[in-house]
């Protein structure tokens, strides 16, 4: 007889997400991802097979729910300045959200490169690839503003603009968004 899951997969990859978000995978302790999805141990393991998996599911989720919409402005057909102004625009709202959670915690790629960087293969290619489909999305919305080095050149400052300020929102969220917001007025007025 096929046992039948008495859990939400997607939720518990998406309540381990916020866990690994919080405190970093190191810091992430067993007994935090039980209380996190609600499941025993058992139940992690069967389903996830280790902490590494349900990291990389849960990395996996970031990139699809958290950062993948916010990224798709860019990356549509025609993406332009508008596109730009919304997309850093966007950022400052997210800095100065009202709880500032989302802010004070930065970025889960981010803080898993500067975290994982020396441990993870896995990890450090993933967030190489999503770095150059950041970068790409850049690209495909600067391109319009000019001959290929000159687009080339903003891909990469913007790419850089857009790490740094997620960092600095770990630091001082009011800062990242007038950052943010410094960004979008200056793309605007190109």
Not at 4 to 29: L, Q
Not at 34 to 39: F, H, I, K, N, Y
Not at 93 to 107: K, L, M
């Amino acid at each position: 007889m096929v046992r039948v899951k008495g859990f939400d997969e997607a939720m518990a990859v998406r309540n381990a997400r916020e866990a690994f978000w919080e405190r970093g995978y190191t810091a992430t302790s067993l007994a935090r991802l039980m209380s996190a999805t609600g499941l025993n141990k058992s139940s992690l393991y069967e389903t996830f097979g280790s902490k590494r998996e349900l990291f990389g599911r849960a990395m996996q989720s970031y990139i699809d729910e958290v950062m993948g919409p916010k990224v798709a402005l860019l990356e549509a057909p025609g993406a332009g300045k508008p596109e730009l102004v919304e997309f850093f625009g966007g950022w400052a709202r997210v800095f100065r959200s009202p709880s500032g959670q989302e802010a004070t915690r930065g970025c889960l790629l981010l803080n898993t490169a500067t975290e994982l960087n020396d441990l993870d293969e896995v990890a450090v290619e993933e967030l190489s690839r999503f770095r150059l489909r950041i970068r790409a999305a850049m690209l495909n919305a600067v391109r319009t503003e000019g001959d290929e080095s000159t687009a080339q050149f903003w891909a990469d400052m913007l790419t850089a603009a857009h790490i740094g300020m997620v960092i600095t929102s770990r630091m001082d969220p009011p800062r990242a968004a007038e950052l943010a917001d410094t960004l979008a007025t200056h793309i605007a007025s190109w």
